[in-house]
């Protein structure tokens, strides 16, 4: 297995992947985005193209003989509902293919992630994470990760 940076080059087979990870999200999560998957992952690619071109983030790759097994997006700030300040970078993705989680690559593109930001001079780093996602949860406590704060949703009507 090997990890990479990814390119602009990247992208396609990287929003194949996003593809997977918000329908299978999308299957088990309480709330339903009213924005089609379509229509979401052509917001990312736009996302994926201007962060890596201007440096504000990076992806890294997991792969596996040339086939793209998973990926971390990483940003070198953090949405202003958490910090003002540059201190903190964010994990906005983190996916993995069924058949090749519990293998310790989560542990190792988080590590990726983590080094970048580091590099680039970052303090912190943060993540967002879903109630329902319990082995995701598990993983970050074990990587040193905490919680900070609680969001809240309801639906209205």
Known sequence: MKIKKATIKDIS?????SKE???????ISRYKSPTSIELRVKEKKKIFE?????????????KLNKKLIGYVFVLGFIPKK??????????????????FRKKGLAKELI??????????????ISLDVNNFNM???????????????????????
Not at 53 to 60: D, E, L
Not at 111 to 124: Q, V
């Open 82 to 99: 958490v910090s003002n300040t540059k201190d903190f970078g964010y994990i906005s993705d983190l996916y993995i293919l069924k058949e």
């Open 111 to 124: 590590s990726r992630a983590e080094k970048w930001l580091k590099k680039s001079g970052y303090k912190e």
């Open 13 to 17: 087979k990287v929003l194949e992947l």
């Open 135 to 157: 082995k995701a949860k598990r993983l970050y406590n074990k990587l040193g990760y905490f919680k900070e704060s609680y969001c809240l949703r309801k639906k209205l009507k």
């Open 21 to 27: 990870f918000m329908q299978e999200h999308s299957k």
């Open 50 to 62: 201007g962060d890596i071109k201007s440096g504000k983030g990076a992806i890294f790759l997991a």
